[in-house]
């Protein structure tokens, strides 16, 4: 038992002091093993993104004269898969990495005028290189985070998360364990590389010039299949705000071509419903468009009138829009009436092609 002055032993964080600007080809490994020699078995090390994005030169350039935010627009789009949200620049991006965040994660603070820092291209394997080369120099096992600021939905303020680990679990997983109260955990999965991340960003800093920090006393075992940061990544069915509701309608554009997906007629009829909302007595049916699985016939079941053609044009509007938000590519392709028929038009949804 320790003494009653005496803190008990936990968890400890330490910065790592003395470390240089770093550039392109530097030995981050290197400078880490001379600047903590006194690394030890089981110490989690978290080092900043924007030290190794550049070191491993991943920079965008910016020419003398240039306009550095125009610069950083174009790396911006360069990095992007999916807009997510925009109000005036600012944009909530996915990256090509499946994170979702600010700017594409792209930093201007903390480094010259004349470049602007990427994410790294794969932190999950910068983290691997980094863990096997303080391994080799200092004769330690340890893990490695990369850690990034981003923001959070709903809430103000920053924090660092993981964007890249080597050698510890992503998420501790307690589902289906018990509670003292003996109640049954449905969904709990810890992300604990951002737990470390964030713990480590406390005596790192913004503006200390600490890029790396060292947390010690939390004990983990080494995964058996190493998926990095890959586990913390939802995105598809899991994602339950693919986009910002302000930007759900100017981010629909009809698709070029479609390619054949299950559950069209269900999703098109459920699009429907939900857009005859306002109007529950507009007489329109589906059917699929002969034997094409990806598209679907829409039938008027009155004869078309005025009213009628405009009903129908707020009508396939909100339709389309829906099916954009359950993650359809979609396109409306008018046919008209010919020769007295209810055939007033096809949807044709899927997978976006290609």
Do not use: C
Not at 145 to 167: M, N, P
Not at 251 to 277: E, K, Q, S, Y
Not at 301 to 330: F, I, K
């Amino acid at each position: 038992m320790p003494h009653a002055h005496e803190a008990p032993p936990g968890l400890t964080v330490h910065p790592v002091p003395g470390l240089p600007e770093f550039s392109p080809g530097d030995d981050l490994v290197a400078a880490i093993a001379t600047a903590a020699p006194w690394l030890a078995d089981g110490d989690v090390v978290v080092v900043t993104s924007k030290v190794v994005s550049k070191v491993e030169g991943n920079l965008v350039a910016v020419p003398p004269g240039a306009d550095r935010e125009a610069v950083r627009q174009r790396a911006i789009d360069a990095e992007t898969v999916r807009v997510v949200a925009r109000r005036g620049p600012l944009k909530i991006v996915e990256t090509h990495h499946g994170w979702v965040v600010a700017a594409a994660g792209i930093d201007a603070s903390n480094t010259a005028a004349d470049s602007l820092v990427l994410l790294p291209a794969d932190a999950d394997e910068s983290a691997r290189r980094l863990r096997a080369g303080l391994h080799q120099r200092l004769g330690v096992t340890v893990g490695v985070v990369v850690s990034d600021t981003f923001g959070r939905t709903w809430r103000d303020g920053l924090t660092d998360v993981a964007v890249g680990a080597a050698g510890l679990p992503a998420l501790l997983d307690h589902r289906g364990d018990v509670d003292a109260h003996g109640n049954r955990l449905e969904t709990t999965q810890v992300a604990v590389v951002d737990e470390l991340a964030a713990a480590a960003d406390l005596v790192k800093g913004k503006l200390g010039g600490v890029p790396v920090a060292v947390v010690r006393g939390w004990r983990w075992t080494a995964p058996d299949d190493d998926h990095g940061t890959r586990p913390l990544v939802r995105l598809g069915p899991g994602d339950l705000f693919a986009l910002g509701t302000r930007d759900l309608v100017p981010a629909r554009t009809a698709a070029p071509d479609v390619a054949p997906r299950p559950g069209a007629l269900d999703a098109v009829a459920a699009a429907f419903r939900v857009a005859t909302a306002a109007l529950p007595e507009f007489p329109v049916v589906f059917a699929y468009g002969g034997d094409t699985p990806d598209v679907v016939d829409v039938h008027l079941t009155d004869a078309p009138s005025v009213v009628t053609a405009l009903n129908l044009g707020a009508l396939v509007g909100a339709a389309l829009v829906q099916l954009h938000a359950e993650g359809w590519a979609t396109r409306w392709e008018p046919v008209g009436t010919p020769g007295g028929s209810s055939l007033v038009g096809r949807v044709r949804l899927g997978a976006a092609a290609g």
